[in-house]
């Protein structure tokens, strides 16, 4: 089942701005991950949380989680057209680590 | 390092045949995989999980007569449509795990499959 919701649904931004996209979920989790997928891509792995840490930063992109809140967001600063894409969270839960559920996804475009 | 490959990228096939996916991992070895399928402008499904040398477990709905999955190495894991119909059309995903890398579950994906049934 999908346990990740994510919003907004789509974001449009010019090129320059930031981007953030929001992620919550249901139940206890181990880490979160964030992909990004380009149409009609197979998945291209971003950024991994693991559930004792609050926030992490890979170049322009910072990922927050809060697990009290049960949520997550991924920032991208300064946005290029490069950047079009659709982004998921995925979590992998407690007791079942081996396995990812993955978010409902934000498409994002970046325009010039 | 840590690359997926899935063949073939693409297949169109008549309804009432079967059609064989592969995933392999390049420069590692998988001791786990995953299957995924994806609807246009939606998530991912998880399908099934295989691991080398035992039998595949199927999520709920998922019918194992339906899909085939044959994890029959390390760096190999086949999924099998069998008797393809057009409600299977989709993208399928596959990812592998490295069962050398530490307890925290990242995947790495191969570039999907494309299947269209006429």
């Known amino acids: 089942s999908q346990q990740g919701e994510e919003d907004p649904q789509a974001l449009s931004i010019q090129e320059g701005e930031n981007a953030t996209m929001n992620c919550s979920y249901k139940?206890?989790?181990?880490?979160l991950q964030w992909y990004r997928q380009n149409s009609g891509r197979g998945l291209v792995h971003l950024i991994l949380?693991?559930?004792?840490?609050r926030e992490k930063h890979s170049g322009r992109l910072r990922v927050t989680l809060d697990t009290s809140k049960k949520s997550s967001s991924l920032l991208i600063t300064a946005s290029r057209a490069a950047d079009t894409a659709s982004y998921f969270c995925?979590?992998?839960?407690?007791?079942?680590?081996?396995?990812?559920?993955f978010g409902t996804g934000t498409r994002l475009q970046v325009t010039l | 390092g840590a690359v997926v490959s899935q063949h073939p990228s693409r297949v169109i096939c008549k309804s009432g045949t079967s059609v064989k996916i592969e995933c392999r991992s390049l420069?590692?070895?998988?001791?786990?995989m995953f299957w995924y399928r994806q609807f246009p402008k939606k998530s991912l499904m998880l399908m099934a999980t295989?691991?080398?040398?035992?039998?595949?477990?199927?999520e709920q709905g998922v019918e194992k007569d339906k899909f085939l999955i044959n994890h029959a190495s390390l760096t190999l894991s086949t999924l099998t449509v069998t008797s393809a119909h057009p409600e299977d059309s989709s993208f399928y995903i596959c990812?592998?795990?490295?069962?050398?890398?530490?307890?925290?579950?990242?995947?790495?994906f191969g570039p999907g499959t494309r299947l269209t049934v006429l």
């Open positions: 990812s592998a795990r490295d069962g050398s890398r530490d307890y925290y579950n990242e995947q790495f």
């Open positions: 139940t206890s989790i181990n880490n």
């Open positions: 949380i693991r559930s004792n840490e």
């Open positions: 995925a979590t992998g839960s407690t007791g079942t680590a081996s396995k990812l559920t």
């Open positions: 420069d590692f070895q998988a001791t786990t």
């Open positions: 295989s691991n080398e040398g035992s039998k595949a477990t199927y």
